[in-house]
């Protein structure tokens, strides 16, 4: 879920769009808030069941990544009229595939004829009003966990000139069908200050968010951050995704760079990830712990970073 214009007052919104976060909040009642969000998108990988798989792991994800339980989802499809029925069965079947792994009911849907297929979820969940998680709140001495490798707009793009590898591209689908649900019900068991699920902003994008809206500065360990197979050659050799382009524009002023940092490194913090992992803000003192917890899940845990008091940038940027 993106923002847009400023909404009227409601006091039962505890998160609408005047933020931006992952997903709307609405207060129920003093134990349980109402988590909605939608998102859908293009074909991503040539498998339209990995594309369904991919595109409902991501919808699903921006319930995680606001600390709560998906319950409900509904389709939303575009599809060409004059297209193979078949291929659409397939996307449909990945995506309700992954709705069930994630114990997560299906109720419905509905299908526009279009020329470019789309497809996506719009997933109601439920969190308790004390517990959500937002892309603000991270404080000073909280440490950066971050819980998929980065690379897949690189690894897409090197995808599309015909350069990338079948190993590679198996990695790369894999880990963005991935869901979020194990790393959010592992770090819940956690204090979580700020979280956000890293997609389209990339991992800078994404972290300059919760720096900036924290207050505070978040120093990056550029050498520490988790990469997909393949994915720093590919962005060596220049398959940089638009998005990735765009995204270092957006960030131009807003980093400040330690001494010698490897720019391959650099871009790939700024890819935009399709269904990226969770980038969690977590005191100090309990990150080790966490990280551990995470990986004995079988989930990708990495301290990427920390946060202090404000400086002049909201990104430092250091090897
Ligand atoms: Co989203
Ligand atoms: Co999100």
Request: charged fraction near 20%.
């Amino acid at each position: 879920m993106r923002h847009l214009p400023e909404a009227p007052y409601n006091e039962n919104v505890l998160v609408g769009f005047n933020t931006v976060d992952d997903a709307g909040v609405y207060k129920l009642d003093e134990k349980t808030a109402l988590i909605q969000t939608l998102d859908f998108f293009t074909p991503i990988v040539d498998d339209p069941y990995w594309y369904g798989q991919i595109a409902a792991a991501n919808s699903l994800s921006d319930v995680y990544a606001m600390g709560g339980r998906p319950l409900t989802a509904l389709n939303i499809v575009c599809f060409p009229c004059n297209s193979d029925l078949g291929i659409l069965g397939q996307i449909i079947k990945g995506g309700s595939e992954k709705v069930q792994e994630a114990g997560v009911a299906l109720l419905g849907g509905h299908t526009v004829q279009d020329d470019e297929p789309k497809y996506g979820l719009s997933v109601t969940g439920i969190v308790n009003p004390e517990k959500v998680w937002q892309n603000v709140g991270a404080k000073p001495g909280d440490k950066l966990i971050l819980t998929k490798p980065l690379g897949t707009g690189v690894i897409s793009t090197a995808l599309k000139k015909g350069a990338a590898g079948e190993e590679e591209v198996k990695a790369m689908t894999e880990s963005m069908a991935e869901l979020n649900k194990t790393a959010a019900e592992t770090a819940a068991e956690y204090t979580v200050h700020a979280c956000t699920d890293v997609t389209g902003f990339g991992f800078l994008g994404h972290l300059w968010e919760m720096a900036s809206g924290s207050g505070v500065t978040a120093h990056v360990y550029l050498s520490e951050l988790p990469l997909l197979p393949g994915a720093y050659d590919y962005a060596k050799k220049g398959y940089l995704p638009g998005g990735l382009v765009s995204n270092l524009s957006f960030l131009e002023d807003k980093v400040q760079m330690g001494q010698g940092l490897d720019s391959t490194l650099f871009e790939l913090a700024a890819d935009p990830q399709t269904s990226g992992g969770l980038l969690l803000a977590v005191p100090g003192k309990e990150a080790d712990s966490l990280v551990s917890a995470l990986k004995s899940e079988r989930v990708t845990a990495v301290v990427v970073g920390e946060i202090t008091e404000a400086k002049a940038k909201s990104l430092l940027v250091e090897g």
